[in-house]
């Protein structure tokens, strides 16, 4: 039937946030040429404002307005809020009209204002319950520098869906890299779990048994022990040389032990250094140094990235001076390399025992 277009308006679920004029173009140059086609979507007003609102055709409606059509073809459907918007999703989905957030916006409200089931809005709409899904989590799962990334086109939405796996507070900074270095969506998949192994923990086992280390090791939920001591050796405490050490950790569930002596300082240095000959700064400028000698230490980085959340243990107390230590260890300087060289985000010091974290 034909209908005024000047009693059409649009309705209040119409969500797209601007006409597309390029679009709008193209379906005028076509009206100009050949007519009108299929006849747009319109419901009768339920608040009275107009005699109709558009369900489906906001395009094709605005070109009919643009050429000054005093009428357009229309069907007319009798329908409820819920029916509306699911129709709208459904015809305008097929036409390619909206985009992936206007679809998860009305897809949104059908899920939330009228507590609709993925599937039950996959029946109305046309789109499987996993589609639904998807669309739901663009707008309600993502932090909102993120969303409006997605919403005007920076942000291809199927990655969106992958960010949205992490905390929102998390979500701008993976981003970042992943614009940064242009992952595709299933490097950024894999991506994902190294940047969500975020936190780099420390431990000393002066003044600690086995069975201690080990419960702190599993309070943090820490999956590898990484031993970075230069050598395996341990006169203080012989229950922590390496060969015991590897021994013990195959009776221990969930956590694994690895020895990494090209981290560690041996007797040469570490002597002066605590008998004051050599200064702190001396000490740390020699350890950045060693460390970063035949690009072990991006190799070292990655398999921590690799490995699950670790830790990295020597002999000290603390890993800076404090109590009756008056000294820095060397897995301080190399937590703080790995942080700032961009590994992990985090870092946890456990203390000696019944003290906190530092």
Same mark, same amino acid.
Request: negative net charge; hydrophobic residues 30%; contains cysteine.
């Given at each position: 039937?034909?209908? /005024?277009?000047?009693?059409?308006?649009?309705?209040?679920?119409?969500?797209?946030? %601007?006409?597309? %004029?390029?679009?709008?173009?193209?379906?005028?140059?076509?009206?100009?040429?050949? &007519?009108?086609?299929?006849?747009?979507?319109?419901?009768?007003?339920?608040?009275? *404002?107009?005699?109709?609102?558009?369900?489906?055709?906001?395009?094709?409606?605005?070109?009919?307005?643009?050429? $000054?059509?005093? %009428?357009?073809?229309?069907?007319?459907?009798?329908?409820?809020?819920? @029916?509306?918007? &699911?129709?709208?999703? +459904?015809?305008?989905?097929?036409?390619? =009209?909206?985009?992936?957030? $206007?679809? !998860?916006?009305?897809?949104?409200?059908?899920?939330? =204002?009228?507590?609709?089931?993925?599937?039950?809005? !996959? *029946?109305?709409? !046309?789109?499987?319950?996993?589609?639904?899904?998807?669309?739901?989590?663009?707008?309600? @799962?993502?932090?909102?520098?993120?969303?409006?990334?997605?919403?005007? &086109?920076?942000?291809?939405? #199927? +990655?969106?869906?992958?960010?949205?796996?992490?905390?929102?507070?998390?979500?701008?900074?993976?981003?970042?890299?992943?614009? =940064? /270095?242009?992952?595709?969506?299933?490097?950024?998949?894999?991506?994902?779990?190294?940047? $969500? *192994?975020?936190?780099?923990?420390?431990?000393?086992?002066?003044? +600690?048994?086995?069975?201690?280390?080990? =419960?702190?090791?599993?309070?943090?939920?820490?999956?590898?022990?990484?031993?970075? #001591?230069?050598?395996?050796?341990?006169?203080?405490?012989?229950?922590?040389?390496?060969?015991?050490?590897?021994?013990?950790?195959? *009776?221990?569930?969930?956590?694994?032990?690895?020895?990494?002596? @090209?981290?560690?300082?041996?007797?040469?240095?570490?002597?002066?250094?605590?008998?004051?000959?050599? &200064?702190?700064?001396?000490?740390?400028?020699?350890?950045?140094?060693?460390?970063?000698?035949?690009?072990?230490?991006?190799?070292?980085?990655?398999?921590?990235? %690799?490995?699950?959340?670790?830790?990295?243990?020597?002999?000290?107390?603390?890993?800076?001076?404090?109590?009756?230590?008056?000294?820095?260890?060397?897995?301080?300087?190399?937590?703080?390399?790995?942080? +700032?060289?961009?590994?992990?985000?985090?870092?946890?010091?456990?203390?000696?025992? /019944?003290?906190?974290?530092?």
């Amino acid at each position: 039937m034909k209908v /005024n277009v000047e009693k059409i308006d649009h309705p209040p679920f119409q969500i797209r946030e %601007e006409i597309d %004029e390029e679009h709008v173009e193209e379906i005028r140059e076509s009206f100009e040429q050949d &007519g009108q086609w299929n006849p747009i979507i319109v419901r009768p007003s339920p608040d009275g *404002n107009s005699e109709y609102e558009v369900v489906s055709g906001s395009h094709r409606l605005e070109a009919a307005r643009q050429l $000054e059509w005093s %009428e357009i073809d229309a069907t007319v459907k009798d329908l409820g809020e819920k @029916d509306a918007r &699911g129709l709208a999703v +459904k015809t305008n989905r097929m036409q390619k =009209e909206m985009k992936d957030e $206007e679809i !998860g916006e009305l897809c949104k409200e059908l899920y939330t =204002e009228y507590d609709l089931s993925e599937e039950e809005i !996959g *029946n109305i709409t !046309g789109m499987s319950p996993r589609t639904v899904q998807d669309k739901i989590t663009l707008v309600m @799962d993502l932090a909102d520098p993120v969303y409006e990334r997605v919403k005007s &086109g920076d942000l291809a939405a #199927r +990655k969106g869906l992958v960010v949205a796996q992490l905390p929102e507070e998390d979500q701008p900074d993976f981003v970042q890299r992943l614009e =940064e /270095n242009d992952w595709s969506r299933d490097e950024a998949r894999n991506q994902l779990e190294r940047f $969500e *192994n975020d936190t780099i923990v420390t431990v000393g086992y002066s003044g +600690k048994d086995f069975d201690q280390l080990i =419960e702190e090791l599993q309070e943090e939920d820490v999956d590898i022990l990484v031993d970075v #001591r230069a050598s395996g050796e341990s006169m203080y405490k012989p229950e922590f040389n390496t060969d015991v050490l590897e021994s013990q950790f195959k *009776n221990v569930d969930d956590i694994e032990y690895v020895h990494k002596p @090209d981290f560690g300082v041996p007797q040469m240095i570490v002597e002066p250094y605590k008998e004051g000959a050599i &200064g702190d700064t001396c000490f740390e400028d020699w350890y950045l140094w060693h460390i970063h000698q035949d690009d072990k230490f991006e190799e070292f980085a990655d398999s921590l990235k %690799e490995s699950g959340k670790p830790a990295l243990m020597c002999i000290e107390k603390y890993p800076t001076p404090q109590g009756d230590q008056d000294h820095f260890c060397h897995r301080h300087h190399l937590a703080e390399e790995l942080m +700032k060289a961009d590994f992990f985000r985090y870092r946890e010091d456990i203390s000696p025992v /019944n003290q906190q974290l530092i």
